[in-house]
T-cell receptor, first 112, second 114 residues
Framework: GDSVTQMEGPVTLSEEAFLTINCTYT??????LFWYVQYPGEGLQLLLK?????DKGSNKGFEATYRKETTSFHLEKGSVQVSDSAVYFC???????????FGQGTRLTINP | ETGVTQTPRHLVMGMTNKKSLKCEQH?????MYWYKQSAKKPLELMFV???????ENNSVPSRFSPECPNSSHLFLHLHTLQPEDSALYLC?????????????FGSGTRLTVV
């Protein structure tokens, strides 16, 4: 079935470090791919998305490129801030399937 | 304010109680969803409603009963729950059931069953 696998957390970095959170997927069709972020005590917020191969989603300094050949959608940021501390979820949506499938989430902590 | 409002934010209930969770959106979206978020598990889709009609029930036990009176409101009625039902229950909406523009989530209801 359709599934998303994220790198195991938690991830702890120092401020201004480079961030990569790996995400790979398995899908029977041609999915749209998403990254969501969940800050403490809140719901999920859409961070960025890509709807077809080679698309790059970007927002708030975060980027992810839809790589069909490696079935990946890794999240990157060049210089993280303490305020980026949150749980990050990779997700896929199959056209017509009516549901967003999430990875298990990766907790990110940024230390000053 | 995310556009999707969930009440209450926290709920503690006994196993014999009956309670309801409420979700409201004024984004003009036509699809609404209930998700369950448990510790150390991926988010689990529970129910999907599209134009007030339930289009998916992801093998959810009958002690969870959804209701969608209109496209802006979604309820989750709870009765005779088990302690393992303790979790964060998230409501989401999307423009349509394809969801290609992404979902908008509420802040969730933290449910504790004692």
């Amino acid at each position: 079935g359709d599934s998303v696998t994220q790198m195991e957390g938690p991830v702890t970095l120092s401020e201004e470090a480079f961030l990569t959170i790996n995400c790979t997927y398995t899908a029977t069709g041609y999915p749209s791919l998403f990254w969501y972020v969940q800050y403490p005590g809140e719901g999920l917020q859409l961070l960025l998305k890509a709807t077809k191969a080679d698309d790059k989603g970007s927002n708030k300094g975060f980027e992810a490129t839809y790589r069909k050949e490696t079935t990946s959608f890794h999240l990157e940021k060049g210089s993280v801030q303490v305020s980026d501390s949150a749980v990050y979820f990779c997700a896929l949506l199959i056209q017509g399937a009516q549901k967003l499938v999430f990875g298990q989430g990766t907790r990110l902590t940024i230390n000053p | 304010e995310t556009g999707v409002t969930q009440t209450p934010r926290h709920l503690v209930m006994g196993m014999t109680n009956k309670k309801s969770l409420k979700c409201e959106q004024h984004l003009g979206h036509n699809a609404m969803y209930w998700y369950k978020q448990s510790a150390k598990k991926p988010l689990e889709l529970m129910f999907v409603y599209n134009f007030k009609e339930q289009t998916e029930n992801n093998s959810v036990p009958s002690r969870f009963s959804p209701e969608c009176p209109n496209s802006s409101h979604l309820f989750l009625h709870l009765h005779t729950l088990q302690p393992e039902d303790s979790a964060l229950y998230l409501c989401a909406s999307s423009q349509d059931s394809q969801g290609v523009y992404g979902y908008t989530f509420g802040s969730g209801t933290r449910l504790t069953v004692v």
